[in-house]
């Protein structure tokens, strides 16, 4: 698939004359020659626009045999010698997905020292854990993981391969469906898998506008990634089962131009994604020193406080403090939301959570179709009245 040109008639003014055509500079004329350069954004107005000199091309795919993909994987990462949390989630979802279909579920670790890893992944809900263990993979660096991967695509031909949206599968998961010639869903926040083997990506899109519901009918594997806490890790079971599976890691996978020189811990950070209690603060906050209200509640009650993007942008609380699709996914046991209407980006990243209180002075406002409880009023009145309450409840214990 791609723009094919014509050179038969070209001469050098012609050549010049549909160079011109492209917006993005991505023709280039060398005398009567053409070429397109990696600029190019295939808008295809140099088709419209050039009498048959350059065309587009549909290259024929053969249609992909589905039946000789099987298995659900899930990119085991690895920190310290264990599992993320988020690696425990996706394989809960990929054992269910995996049933669904009679399919085994794999884990794929790469690093060192990745027998602990790997069985805690069968624990948590794998068949067969592939461990590509080698002291050159101790630290994460995504040329030798992506080989490490498509060699286990290439090897064992999985239907799925799911990974968590964390900083390193965010840059690993795009590399290894590019070499495998697939597409790849990003924050995906359903899954579903059909009949066929076809598994339904789910997540916002325009804007949050609508749910995409993403198959890639004619692609194996099929990739996407996955936040943290959007699904739920199955019970550590007690019974070892499975298989932990040693691979050879061969030189050619550990070709890397990156070469690490030292690495240096980040100070420790306070998580949104992991408080129990969140206090979320809208754009129903007038202005920045009110948020003091808000602070004032969640110190009462030991929660921590979160803010939805509008706050962001305007500066107002800190980037890391974001709930929602372009901030952090929360699943806390209780979120009290004051001043939030609910647009699907910010439910989205926390819709999952046990209990939801919503405070808004908007009757109509979405964020009540999530809420368990919902307060219709003005957060200036009903806060200081929640503080009041708690503060008379504790009195009187
Ligand atoms: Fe330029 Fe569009 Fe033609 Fe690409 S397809 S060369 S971007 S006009």
């Keep these: 698939m791609g723009l094919k040109i014509e050179t038969k ?12 055509i492209c917006p993005f500079g991505a023709i280039e004329a060398d005398g009567a020659k053409l070429s397109i350069n990696a600029a190019c954004k295939n808008c295809k107005l140099c088709v419209k626009k050039s009498n048959g000199v350059i065309t587009w091309e549909d290259e024929e795919k053969p249609a992909v045999d589905k039946s000789k993909f099987v298995g659900v994987a899930v990119f085991g990462e690895v920190r310290y010698g264990k599992l993320l949390p988020v690696t425990l ?27 602990g890893a790997a069985e805690d992944a069968l624990r948590h809900g794998a068949d067969k854990a592939y461990c590509y263990d080698h002291e050159q993979l101790k630290y994460r660096t995504v040329v030798p993981f992506t080989a490490c991967i498509k060699d286990f695509i290439d090897t064992v031909k999985p239907s799925s391969v799911l990974f968590g949206a ?82 050879t890691v061969t030189d050619a996978m550990l070709q ?25 603060c809208g754009r129903g906050f007038q202005k920045k020193e009110d948020l003091a209200l808000a602070q004032e509640l969640a110190d009462l009650i030991g929660a921590q406080v979160a803010c939805s993007r509008p706050l962001a942008e ?14 952090r996914t929360v699943k ?5 939301t004051l001043g939030i209407s609910g647009t699907v980006q910010f439910t989205a990243g926390m819709k999952a959570s046990d209990f ?33 309450k708690i503060k008379e409840g504790r009195e009187n214990v």
Aim: hydrophobic share 45%.
């Design 166 to 247: 964390t900083n390193f599968g965010r840059s690993l998961a795009p590399r290894v469906a590019a070499r495998c010639g697939a597409g790849l869903t990003a924050d995906c926040t359903m899954l579903e898998m059909k009949e066929n083997t076809d598994l339904v990506q789910i997540r916002p899109a325009f804007g949050g506008n609508i749910m995409a519901r993403i198959v890639s009918p004619q692609a194996r594997p099929q990739f996407c990634t996955v936040r943290y806490k959007t699904f739920d890790a199955l019970p550590r079971s007690e019974e070892l089962t499975g298989e932990v599976v040693n691979v």
């Design 314 to 327: 305007s500066g107002w609380m800190d980037a890391k403090h974001q709930i929602g699709l372009s901030g």
């Design 89 to 115: 989630e996706l394989l809960g979802k990929a054992r269910e997905l995996a049933d669904q279909i009679a399919h085994p579920v794999y884990a794929v670790l790469i690093g060192e020292n990745l027998k």
């Design 356 to 388: 939801i209180v919503a405070i808004n002075a908007d009757p109509d406002a979405s964020i009540f179709e999530v809420a368990h409880v919902g307060v219709v009023g003005d957060l200036y009145e009903v806060v200081p009245k929640l503080i009041e």
């Design 9 to 20: 008639n070209l001469t050098p003014a012609l050549a010049a004359e549909i160079a011109a």
């Design 256 to 280: 890397s131009g990156t070469e690490v020189l030292s690495v240096a811990e980040k100070p420790k950070e306070v998580d949104i994604s992991d408080a129990d209690v969140i206090v979320a």
């Design 332 to 336: 806390p046991k209780l979120i009290i």
